[in-house]
């Protein structure tokens, strides 16, 4: 088992910043992508961002490139979320997730393990 626990979300302005932290205990050896999910209210839950735990590729959706970027800190098993120029659409609940397979990271379906999120809120 691997538990996921999610820390640095808030209440920020529209350009502000924020960097989201999940921090990971249990059987982390195990896993092979981590990622950021985000659900807004009355939406259904989206791919953010995900990074193949032992190497260096990186993914992101269209709306958030060259504004966020997914970091780790394996000595520390945490994964990060820089979130730079922030939009009022960003808001939501942000989830961090793990999976123990490769596959198609922009599906929810494909990781195994969820902390409870964190929420952002943009204001305009």
């Known amino acids: 088992q691997v538990q996921l626990v999610e820390s640095g979300g808030g209440l920020v302005q529209a350009g502000d910043s924020l960097r989201l932290s999940c921090a990971a205990s249990?059987?982390?050896?195990?896993?092979?992508?981590r990622g950021w999910f985000r659900q807004a209210p009355g939406k259904e839950r989206e791919f953010v961002a995900a990074?193949?735990?032992?190497?260096?590729?990186?993914y992101y959706r269209d709306s958030v490139k060259g504004r966020f970027t997914i970091s780790r800190d394996s000595a520390k098993d945490t994964l990060y979320l820089q979130m730079n120029n922030l939009k009022p659409e960003d808001t939501a609940v942000y989830y961090c997730?793990?999976?123990?397979?490769?596959?198609?990271?922009?599906?929810?379906?494909?990781?195994?393990?969820w902390g409870l999120g964190t929420q952002v809120t943009v204001s305009s």
């Open positions: 997730a793990a999976a123990r397979y490769s596959g198609n990271v922009v599906y929810d379906s494909m990781y195994d393990y």
């Open positions: 990074i193949r735990w032992s190497g260096v590729s990186t």
């Open positions: 249990g059987r982390t050896v195990s896993t092979y992508y």
